[in-house]
């Protein structure tokens, strides 16, 4: 590889890392505790998940209609807006709110035992990790904030991907994972840098990317109904449905299992809300395999009538967007894959920290320097 080109690749690498420093920093350390969040949460109160032992009761247990008129009991004057299964236990939520479009603040989530009907009342309010996902996700400033950070993404992705061409090179004349300690000390830090750098690769460019597509949640939602949703229900469209007309939605779960066999109930999303219609019910159905168990396919019945409008999978994008939120977290495989995704995030803060200390500690004339120890496969020295 020709002196320039290194040059070009080095400055691309340079900047793309230390632009979205502090702010991959940042997602790293609030990150780390939210690949636990379910273990922390059980800590600091009730688990719901845990504490209602038995087989899924998506399909069974008390009916949907009694279920829902318990919850609006609790909130009167109040709407429903999604009801969602567990695949775990009996638990089901209900979330309510002022108005069909309630903003997220004006929601209130409940928690019921399906199998008896029981109330277990609100979810806890407030809390670290709530704290913690409002930073890692838009930062407290809404949907600037979550491009802002899927910005930050898109140059983590262009840092690993330089980096990636330019350590072929420099590894030339050097074996893999040589840390020449022995040199000085910004030579030693270089080395751990690289190889952190490319032990953690696949790894951030999976966390990377799922972060960046999460970022861009809302965009990808607001074009799948004005796209997809629209078309689903482009000839069975109507008036809206006031609350108080919604017809049974065991009815219409019945309706929509019919020709959805073999899926589970995730979630139902009321009328009006951004994941529906004016006048449908929007229920989501999950696949049955570990893999397959977050690609949702939406069911459009008619809030009124009962009637199936249509059914049919998302979008690719939309899809991946389902799959990189627990792949983010490493959300598949239990608590030894939330270790494992722990591990790897420490050595990301290492990679990255090492990185700054190579860029605040530089000398003059670092950039060539740099150049010479690249294009000569590790032999260079440094000041």
């Keep these: 590889m020709r002196r320039s080109t290194i040059r070009a690749w080095y400055l691309v690498h340079k900047w793309s890392s230390i632009v979205p420093t502090v702010f991959l920093l940042m997602l790293c350390v609030t990150g780390l505790p939210l690949i636990f969040h379910d273990e922390i949460e059980a800590l600091e109160g009730v688990d719901y998940e845990t504490a209602l032992p038995g087989a899924p009761s998506a399909e069974s247990g008390v009916p949907l209609d009694t279920m829902l008129e318990t919850a609006l009991a609790e909130r009167p004057g109040e709407v429903p807006l999604f009801m969602a299964f567990s695949q775990e236990s009996p638990l089901l939520t209900v979330t309510t709110g002022p108005t069909p479009d309630a903003a997220g603040e004006d929601m209130t989530l409940l928690f019921f035992d399906r199998a008896t009907g029981e109330s277990l009342g609100p979810a806890p309010g407030?809390?670290?990790?709530?704290?913690?996902?409002?930073?890692?996700?838009?930062?407290?400033?809404?949907?600037?904030?979550?491009?802002?950070?899927g910005v930050m993404g898109a140059l983590f992705i262009v840092a690993l991907i330089s980096g990636t061409v330019l350590y072929a090179p420099f590894m030339r004349r050097l074996r893999f994972g040589t840390l020449r300690m022995d040199r000085s000390r910004r030579v030693g830090r270089l080395d751990q840098h690289n190889l952190g750098g490319i032990v953690i690769l696949a790894w951030a460019l999976v966390v990377g990317g799922t972060g960046v597509i999460n970022a861009f949640a809302d965009p990808l939602t607001d074009a799948w109904r004005e796209g997809e949703l629209a078309a689903m229900t482009a000839e069975h469209g109507g008036a809206e449905v006031a609350?108080?007309?919604?017809?049974?939605?065991?009815?219409?779960?019945?309706?929509?299992?019919?020709?959805?066999?073999?899926?589970s109930p995730q979630f139902i999303a009321f009328p009006g809300g951004g994941w529906s219609t004016a006048r449908h019910y929007a229920m989501f159905f999950q696949g049955d395999r570990p893999l397959t168990e977050h690609l949702l396919t939406p069911a459009l019945i008619d809030a009124a009538s009962g009637e199936l409008v249509d059914a049919r999978a998302m979008p690719a994008l939309n899809q991946a967007l389902m799959m990189s939120k627990p792949l983010h977290f490493g959300d598949y495989g239990g608590l030894p894959l939330k270790i494992v995704w722990a591990l790897l995030t420490l050595a990301t803060i290492w990679v990255l920290w090492t990185g700054v200390l190579l860029w605040w500690r530089r000398s003059p004339g670092a950039i060539e320097r740099r150049v010479a120890e690249i294009h000569g496969g590790g032999e260079g020295q440094f000041a």
Excluded: I
Aim: a negative charge; zero cysteines.
């Design 126 to 149: 407030g809390g670290v990790m709530d704290f913690l996902l409002q930073l890692h996700t838009d930062m407290f400033l809404g949907q600037p904030g979550m491009w802002l950070l």
């Design 243 to 263: 609350p108080a007309d919604y017809g049974s939605l065991d009815a219409a779960m019945a309706e929509a299992q019919a020709v959805l066999p073999g899926r």
